[in-house]
């Protein structure tokens, strides 16, 4: 679940949901596809204001009210929630909002390079957080990081 810009139409792999009216209005729909789990994203979520004011949400996620507020209908319903993440924050905000798994490891895209290295990175305390609450972590592993490093 995005926010509603995006570079696919709605309903297509999205529902796009931008107020919690949004999520009342859709959540019988989202239903009725009968979903095994409930994915939302997180892209740079602790910015999300700041895009907002700006008008670029394009691709940026839900806010973390609205991911919350997801999260929270979607247990109700008995549902598991993965979340989308880009960051070590969205990580972090995913276990404040109590997300049952994460489909990628904070930082995944980045190219390996000491030059681009992300500056708030996963600590062990996270780590600790999201295996005692038994959170799941879907890593991805890209071709590109092995061939930069000279594998």
């Known amino acids: 679940m995005r926010s509603k ?3 696919v139409a709605e309903n297509e792999a999205y529902v796009f949901l931008d107020s919690k009216a949004d999520v009342d209005k859709k959540w ?3 239903l ?11 892209i ?18 839900l806010s973390p009210e ?7 209908k979607a247990h109700q319903a008995k549902l598991r929630v993965y979340a989308h993440i880009e960051t070590a924050s969205d990580f972090r ?7 049952d798994g994460f489909t990628h490891a904070p930082d995944y895209g980045w190219n390996g390079s000491l030059e681009t290295k992300p500056s708030d990175e996963l ?8 295996a005692r609450k038994k959170i799941v972590v879907i890593p991805t592993a890209q ?3 092995l061939r930069h490093n000279g594998l």
């Open 5 to 7: 810009k995006a570079d």
């Open 28 to 30: 019988e729909k989202i």
């Open 32 to 42: 009725a596809s009968k979903p095994d789990i409930i994915k939302i994203s997180l």
């Open 44 to 61: 740079e979520a602790e910015n999300y204001e700041k895009y907002s004011l700006s008008g670029d949400t394009v691709n940026k996620g």
């Open 66 to 72: 609205i991911a919350a507020y997801v999260v929270e």
């Open 93 to 99: 905000i995913g276990l404040k909002i109590g997300v």
């Open 123 to 130: 600590t062990l305390q996270d780590i600790k957080r999201a």
């Open 143 to 145: 071709r590109g990081h």
